[in-house]
């Protein structure tokens, strides 16, 4: 049984926005500045372990259901698409282009098909991570004891 965690729980809410917003910020600028897929889905991994283990993992199976394993494929097709797709204008294999957008909200603003590269390992990173953590942390290490 858990004992009453008030002080986690809402300060894990406060930090989870905060590291999430680092999360997309760093996404989003990855393809010019360091940061990208790999260390924004680090982050909100990092995010999500934190509400796991702020709120437990029966409560968040019901409010987060998710299948991590398909982030993984997900994220994978993602990658190798962005990577072929190159071959469809007939430029080089990850070959990367960019323009500027006048988008609603945001104004001007640079799209770049390295975002959709750092997508694709965006999801996959999640997705193992989470996978792994969540698999390791579900293991009662029963088996030990049950075997002998």
């Given at each position: 049984m858990r004992s009453n965690d008030l002080i986690?729980?809402?300060?894990?809410?406060?930090?989870?926005f905060i590291i999430l917003a680092f999360s997309v910020n760093s996404f989003f600028s990855g393809h010019n500045a360091p940061g990208g897929g790999f260390v924004g889905g680090l982050m909100a991994s990092g995010a999500l372990l934190l509400l796991y283990i702020s709120y437990g993992m029966s409560a968040m199976k019901r409010v987060i259901r998710v299948d991590f394993r398909s982030f993984i494929g997900a994220g994978l097709l993602i990658a190798v698409l962005t990577g072929a797709g190159s071959f469809i204008f007939g430029a080089e294999f990850f070959s990367h282009t960019f323009g500027y957008f006048n988008l609603p909200l945001l104004g001007k603003t640079e799209l770049a098909?390295?975002?959709?590269?750092?997508?694709?390992?965006?999801?996959?990173?999640?997705?193992i991570t989470m996978t792994i953590i969540l698999a390791i942390a579900g293991d009662s290490g029963d088996q030990e004891h049950q075997e002998g």
């Open positions: 986690l729980k809402t300060t894990a809410n406060i930090i989870v098909t390295a975002m959709l590269f750092d997508l694709g390992v965006y999801l996959t990173v999640v997705g």
